[in-house]
């Protein structure tokens, strides 16, 4: 961006970003998600992809059912698809992010655990 906008502007928006970086609620809950899902993924091995979510490209793949019972989330209420279920058969579904109670991860945090989310989701489930 320095390069692109020279001084002082460039500089103005490296300040203005480290400012924003510095000032806003910190948090390691990314890192321990992380971690979570990587120990989660070394004791499990490999796992084979639901094939809901496969890309039927060919007809015998659509005949194997790849793809088959897939939810657009973008097509469900909310953009949300409620109910689904992203992991392999092999694992149980988990939840390996936990948001914290600061900044704009509360405000996530009370969306993501609203009741009005859950009821759907036991209602949804295909």
């Known amino acids: 961006m320095q390069e692109r906008l020279g001084s002082p502007e460039g500089e103005l928006a490296i300040a203005q970003a480290l400012v924003y970086m510095a000032c806003a609620a910190k948090s390691n809950a990314v890192y ?4 979570r899902a990587m120990s989660e993924a070394r004791s499990s091995g490999s796992a084979e992809v639901p094939l809901h979510l496969r890309n039927g490209a060919t007809r015998l793949m ?31 579904p988990q939840r ?10 509360a405000a996530f945090a009370k969306s993501w655990s609203d009741s009005s989310l859950n009821a759907q989701a036991k209602t949804n489930k295909t």
């Not at 321990?32 to 971690?35: C, F, G, L, P, T």
């Not at 390996?96 to 991860?105: A, I, K, N, S, V």
Request: no cysteine.
């Open 62 to 92: 659509e005949a194997e059912g790849f793809g088959e019972g897939y939810r657009y989330a973008h097509d469900e209420p909310d953009a949300f698809a409620a109910g689904e279920d992203y992991f392999p058969d092999e694992l149980s």
């Open 32 to 35: 321990v998600a992380m971690k």
């Open 96 to 105: 390996f992010y936990e948001p914290t109670d600061r900044g704009w991860r």
